[in-house]
């Protein structure tokens, strides 16, 4: 028999505390008035086994709490042959009462509620099912039991009191797992979800073949096949590149400007660029430092990349031609009463803020201009990358992942666009990862994995 040495973290210590407090006497009104003035003893005495209410339901939290929390490893060593079906020993276990100085005076009274609701059959307790999904036995070690904390109200000795016990605890499945191929992660990601019924043969079916699976626990939290070559090793960071929030043209700016830095159009464009990792726009700001937010705006409306809502350079023409007709004046009539003026031109927005302020004529002018010569290289950009996408793209995917087949989540492809922002990125690292060993996240990830020559996994 296993035993899980820190299983006070899988039953669920820490932030779900609360979901293991058992109230007496106290937030239950049927037990309240049955309890009112009784000891829980006296309580014990008149009902014996035959309560006149529900037992309270223990949740028994497992793996799937925990998942993101631990290696891989660790979770193999501890669960894989709970998973087999083998029963596996939970050494720490509380239960946290909060009751009454009335119902439980004293430690002594402490301990004897505690032994009633841990004794075999108890009327008072019972187990559910494993995270919500996985029936089980439980058999409580009796013998383990211990109050480990009583603090009751010293001004008021029938006021409120709290303890905390701990105890241990052998569980073992009702029934075998349903056995599960988990193959279809050798070319897209499992990604764990509160929803996944089927998350408990999924993961044993992974855990039986763990050395060939490795789990991405960092920005994202997934589990796919290991790469085992280098064309799996491109794909798996073109997989995370992706994962990052939907495709749209103004996210696959930040990686043609990663990739094209002397570029003239990307010195314009990475000018206006938003800071932020996982927001893409393009801002214009006043020379004058009094603003919190940018006079001009300029991103995509559409979230999703489809071939029915998708950025066409006409929408950035029409943009420009907006943009160019514009002055100070004919904005702020635009505008009215209101602070800001929107203008939606196919899958481009434009937003404009207007102020009072006696430089806003000046200001506004100078951040029009910019959004002009802005929207000149986007377009241009926009051109270069559609000829390529329709051209080349299929071609040097090909090439770039040796035909891995890798696919979204859902079992969707990954987007064009989002293949060929990260390929792009993915290219520009290997051609001298030393520069970018110390960037964070995925970019630093896979320069070490160029630079040490090992295979990128995420």
């Known amino acids: ?19 293991i407090s058992i109230s007496i006497g106290e937030n239950t009104r049927k037990t309240g008035n049955l309890l009112h003035n009784r000891t829980f003893q006296k309580f014990d005495e008149m009902f014996g086994k035959k309560v006149p209410f529900s ?19 660790t979770l193999v060593h501890d669960w894989l042959g709970f998973l087999k079906g083998e029963p596996l020993y939970l050494p720490d276990n509380e239960l946290v009462f909060r009751s009454n100085g009335v119902t439980i005076p004293d430690r002594e009274m402490g301990e004897y509620v505690m032994k009633a609701f841990l004794k075999k059959d108890s009327p008072y307790l019972k187990f559910g099912k494993l995270d919500g999904l996985l029936d089980v036995n439980v058999t409580v ?22 303890m905390k016990c701990n105890f241990g605890m052998t569980i073992q499945l009702r029934k075998p797992l349903e056995s599960f191929d988990p193959s279809i992660y050798n070319s897209r990601p499992w990604v764990d979800c509160d929803q996944d019924k089927n998350f408990y043969p999924k993961i044993k079916g992974v855990f039986e073949q763990h050395e060939k699976f490795c789990h991405v626990g960092d920005d994202e939290n997934y589990i796919i096949k ?29 990686s043609w400007t990663f990739a094209n830095p002397n570029n003239p159009n990307a010195q314009i464009i990475k000018t206006y660029q938003c800071k932020k990792p ?20 300029i991103d995509a409306s559409e979230e999703s990349f489809s071939n029915i809502r998708m950025i066409k350079s006409s929408d950035f023409a029409h943009c420009l031609t907006f943009v160019e007709n514009l002055s100070s004046k004919k904005i702020q009539e635009l505008a009215g009463y209101s602070s800001r003026v929107y203008r939606k031109f196919g899958c481009v927005t434009i937003s404009f803020h207007i102020d009072n302020a006696l430089s806003f004529d000046s200001d506004f002018e100078k951040a029009r201009l910019s959004a002009v010569k802005c929207l000149n290289a986007l377009d241009q950009v926009f051109k270069e990358t559609e000829t390529y996408l329709q051209n080349n793209l299929a071609t040097e ?37 030393q520069m970018y060993v110390e960037k964070k ?17 995420g």
């Open 141 to 162: 070690d009796e013998q383990s039991a211990r109050v480990s904390y009583f603090r009751k109200q010293k001004i008021n000795p029938t006021g409120k009191m709290m």
């Open 441 to 457: 996240g995925e970019l630093g990830k896979f320069a070490n994995s160029r630079l040490l020559g090992e295979f990128y996994n």
């Open 1 to 19: 028999m296993n035993t899980i040495e820190n299983s006070l973290i899988y039953s669920g210590i820490g932030n779900k505390l609360r979901k």
């Open 278 to 297: 996982f927001q893409y726009s393009l801002a214009f700001w006043p020379n004058t430092p009094r603003h919190y937010s940018p006079l001009i705006e």
């Open 397 to 433: 995917w090909q090439t770039f992942t040796e035909g891995c087949e890798i696919y979204m989540a859902d079992g969707s492809e990954i987007p064009d666009l989002d293949k060929y922002g990260a390929m792009l990125v993915a290219q520009t690292i290997s051609f001298d990862p």
């Open 226 to 254: 290991r790469a085992e070559t280098e064309g799996e090793s491109n794909a798996r960071f073109v997989l995370n590149q992706s994962s990052h929030g939907n495709n749209n043209f103004f996210k696959f700016l930040k």
């Open 55 to 73: 037992p309270i339901a223990k949740k028994i939290y497992g793996l799937q709490e925990n998942f993101s929390r631990f290696p891989m490893e």
